[in-house]
Structure formats: structure tokens, C-alpha cells
């Protein structure tokens, strides 16, 4: 910004720019929403409200938290490694995080391609008291490009409501010695949800590789995020299971999430019984579940059975006491999922009683004929 030096405690609605030759206010009080992209990906809007107290400091952690940087130290034993710094005339190493540096914003990424923050023109809207509109430029450029091998992958979560969450995985080459190759791997979620912050960092951690390249360990594979302010379990929690990934040396660096054990909300769309009894459940989200167990049982006496309709028996007196299990268990028989039942009649046995029925049938209405002409002729004789 081309105006008045700023520092940490400059109050925001201080900051200055200049226009020609007068100075205009960068910042009123109101809602500042901030959309940041990070490795090409777009990470979601965070809003800061701003009031006459606010500082500058206020904003760079704003800016940092709604960018995913990691700055908060997990592990002791394996701090977040800072960049080397190529800036010409200014020596040490950079720092992630945002910050003033000769009166300007600084704001330093996370190592690797993946993690590049990419501030564009129209990144900020400034909706003031008057609910008016204004886009303030704060003309952010680049000093340093990112590097470091990285890859990322994006993928959706739901807790315990199932309510899609965003989660962003990036994984950035941090060490390699003669035994290991070492990545870090870092999680954002715009959808944190943490009362007074803006923070979209949801976890990082360590993955080693040994000389062939197959996974070895990881470090703070669960990765934490916070529901306030929502009715589902918070915070919502998650292992990360980095077994499959291998660290081969490659052209480009690639990261996906193959499978994963949580689902969106569905409903039961149909159901299956396999030949072990089991009813499994299939669902309009894809997923597939047990619903229940069949238990069959077995009589000395079946012929005992008391039929009570509808294919229905009951226990009966002289049927002996049960023997029950699975299908296929103690001789009880087995279950053929969606099959017919065949038909149970005896075909020729009921074509020889149909017969029989339509023979004696005719020979009764012949009797019945005869026996009428009978009784016709003696009133004829009478008269």
C-alpha cells in the first residue's frame, strides 16, 4: 500500500493510501470477507468484523488463518520448518505466518507448490455500516515464488449429522537423508467452525518413507475438526491412514484419498439375504450395511407343526423342542436368497382327484336326470 508506514497496532481504520495526491481510507468499519486460494484451490470465505479497535494485527491473523498457513507448532520434536530466504538484500530465514516488514504485510506460506497463497484483486469485500460495497486493494504481489516437491488432494468428510465437510491434504517433501525421505502433510478445512477464530488448519504431521520407498510411519495422523456453534459432535475427528502412500521418486507428485469409512445421509433403497442368513441393507448413498441375522430351527418332528396361515407354523405338542442356529449350522438347512418357492402340489395326484370329482359329478346329475324322467311318467300314468 502506497501510503503512511503501518505497524502491528496501527488501528484499521488509520490505514491510508495514496490516490495522486490525496490519501483515501482502506479500511471503515463493517464485515471484511476474504476468499483465499491456496495452490490453486479456492479455500473458502472468512469474514472479519471490523470496529474501531481493530488493528493491523487483527488482520494479519485474519489473512493467516483464512489462508491455512501452519504456524501453530503440533509436534515439538518436529516444528514447522521454515523457508529459505532468496530475497535480495535481506538475509535469514523466512518465517511462515503474516507479519509487518518495512511497513508492509508480509505474508509467507507454508513450504511446497501445494501451499502457495494466491491473494487476487478481488480476494477482499469490505460491506460497510451502510451495507455498501467496496473492494479494497491492497495490491499484494510476489517477492519469492513457493517451492518443494507437493501434491494435494481434496475430498469430502461428514460428521456425526452428516454434513459434508471440505478437507484439503497437501504433502511437501521436507527432508531426505541416506536411510529416509521425509514429507509433511498439511489439512485445511474452511469448514472449521471455532468461536472468535478463522482458522481453517486442521492438522499436520510427518510421513517417512525408507529407501524403497514404502511407507514406514506417520506422526498426528488424527485431524480435529471444530462443529461450535452446530449441533454435531465437536470436535469432529478422523484418522488419517497413510499405509498405501509410497515416496518413489517421480516427474510429478500425486496424492488422492482412495476410500474412506463415512457417508452422506441416505435411505434404504432395497435389501439382500445371503446363503448365510445375513439381511444386508443397500442405501441411496451407496453404502451397503448389515441390517440383521436369519436364525432357522430345526424339529424331531416337523410333521407336528401347527399351521396358522399364510406359510405361518408354530410349535406344536408332539413337534419336540427346537434346535436353532444360522443357516447351515447342526443340520438345519440353508437359505437361497431372492429365490422362488416351488409349488408344493402334487400335479398328478390332483388331476386324478379332478377326474374323479368331474366323473362322479356326471354320474350324480345323470341319477338326479333319470330319476325326474321317473317321476314324470307315474304323473302321466295318473292322468
Do not use: C, H
Not at 513450504?111 to 486493494?137: K, W
Not at 525421505?181 to 482458522?199: C, E, F, K, L, M
Not at 439375504?273 to 416337523?302: C, H, K, M, Y
Request: glycine letters at 12%; a negative charge.
Amino acid at each position: 500500500m502506497d501510503g503512511p508506514a503501518v505497524n502491528s497496532n496501527t488501528l484499521l481504520t488509520d490505514v491510508l493510501r495514496r490516490d495522486g495526491l490525496t490519501y483515501e481510507q482502506v479500511f471503515s468499519e463493517g464485515i471484511l470477507s476474504y476468499t483465499g486460494r491456496k495452490g490453486g484451490a479456492n479455500l473458502g470465505t472468512k469474514e472479519l468484523e471490523i470496529t474501531s479497535t481493530s488493528t493491523m494485527q487483527d488482520l494479519l491473523d485474519f489473512i493467516s488463518d483464512a489462508s491455512g498457513i501452519q504456524t501453530l507448532q503440533v509436534d515439538s520434536s518436529n516444528p514447522i520448518p521454515r523457508s529459505e530466504n532468496n530475497i535480495t538484500g535481506e538475509t535469514g530465514d523466512l518465517v511462515a505466518g503474516a507479519y509487518i516488514q518495512d511497513g508492509k504485510i508480509r505474508l509467507v506460506s507454508n513450504n511446497g507448490e501445494a501451499n502457495a497463497v494466491d491473494i487476487e484483486l478481488s480476494a477482499f469485500r469490505l460491506t460497510d455500516e451502510l451495507g455498501q460495497i467496496s473492494t479494497p486493494n491492497l495490491a499484494f504481489g510476489t517477492l519469492q515464488e513457493a517451492v518443494g516437491q507437493s501434491a494435494s488432494s481434496d475430498f469430502v468428510v461428514y460428521d456425526s449429522l452428516g454434513v459434508p465437510i471440505n478437507v484439503r491434504v497437501s504433502a511437501t517433501l521436507e527432508s531426505r537423508t541416506d536411510q529416509a525421505t521425509i514429507y509433511r502433510w498439511y489439512a485445511d478445512s474452511p469448514d472449521n467452525s471455532v468461536s472468535g477464530s478463522t482458522d481453517i488448519t486442521v492438522g499436520t504431521g510427518l510421513i517417512q518413507f525408507d529407501g524403497n520407498g514404502n511407507f514406514v510411519t506417520a506422526t498426528e495422523e488424527t485431524i480435529s475438526i471444530n462443529r461450535q456453534g452446530l449441533p454435531s459432535v465437536s470436535p469432529m475427528q478422523f484418522e488419517m491412514d497413510f499405509s498405501l502412500v509410497s515416496g518413489l521418486a517421480t516427474d510429478e507428485a500425486t496424492l488422492a484419498a482412495t476410500q474412506q469409512d463415512g457417508s452422506e445421509p441416505g435411505v434404504l433403497n432395497s435389501f439382500i439375504v445371503g446363503e448365510d442368513g445375513t439381511i444386508r441393507g443397500v442405501f441411496s448413498n451407496g453404502i451397503s450395511r448389515d441390517l440383521g441375522q436369519l436364525q432357522l430351527a430345526r424339529f424331531a418332528n416337523p410333521v407336528g407343526l401347527e399351521a396358522r396361515g399364510l406359510n405361518l407354523y408354530a410349535e406344536g405338542v408332539n413337534t419336540g423342542l427346537p434346535v436353532t442356529g444360522q443357516p447351515g449350522e447342526n443340520g438345519i438347512g440353508t437359505v437361497i436368497g431372492g429365490a422362488l418357492e416351488l409349488s408344493n402340489t402334487d400335479i398328478g395326484k390332483d388331476l386324478v382327484e379332478l377326474v374323479l370329482a368331474s366323473t362322479q359329478y356326471r354320474g350324480n346329475s345323470r341319477v338326479i336326470t333319470t330319476t325326474q324322467q321317473l317321476i314324470d311318467e307315474l304323473l302321466n300314468l295318473r292322468r
